[in-house]
């Protein structure tokens, strides 16, 4: 498990959405994460639809019901255990446990490696 810094805490505003690019040093691959912010608390899962490509961070926050809707077939996804509302999705998505340093005001993520 490796915890990863994606963002400063004072650059993440409520209601935004942000792309985090991430290379696994241990199997090369690329992964894309998705942070928010949502009345104070940060979140944090894949940020690749799990029905079709598409990147989450361009899609549509409901801060009420602490959602994300991809924009390409409008799937919503719950953003505290990643679990698809509606079709087309029917795979959650995975969601990662976020802390905030006080040391550096980053805000890291916990990477099962």
Same mark, same amino acid.
């Given at each position: 498990?490796?915890?990863?810094?994606? *963002? %400063?805490?004072?650059?993440?505003?409520?209601? %935004?959405?942000?792309?985090?690019?991430?290379?696994?040093?241990?199997?090369?691959?690329?992964?894309?994460?998705?942070?928010?912010?949502?009345?104070?608390?940060?979140?944090?899962? %894949?940020?690749? *639809?799990?029905?079709?490509?598409?990147?989450?961070?361009?899609?549509?926050?409901?801060?009420?019901? !602490?959602?994300?809707?991809?924009?390409?077939?409008?799937?919503?996804?719950?953003?505290?255990? @990643?679990?698809?509302?509606?079709?087309?999705?029917? !795979?959650?998505?995975?969601?990662?446990?976020? !802390?905030? !340093?006080?040391?550096?005001? @980053?805000?890291?993520?916990?990477?099962?490696?």
């Amino acid at each position: 498990m490796e915890w990863i810094k994606v *963002c %400063d805490e004072k650059s993440l505003n409520d209601g %935004d959405l942000v792309g985090f690019d991430y290379q696994d040093n241990n199997d090369n691959k690329k992964k894309k994460l998705l942070i928010t912010k949502i009345h104070g608390k940060i979140y944090a899962t %894949d940020g690749i *639809c799990t029905h079709e490509y598409a990147e989450l961070s361009s899609g549509f926050l409901n801060e009420e019901e !602490k959602t994300v809707t991809c924009p390409l077939h409008l799937s919503v996804f719950n953003l505290d255990n @990643g679990s698809p509302l509606n079709p087309p999705a029917e !795979k959650p998505l995975k969601t990662y446990e976020v !802390k905030v !340093k006080e040391d550096d005001g @980053g805000v890291y993520v916990l990477l099962k490696c």
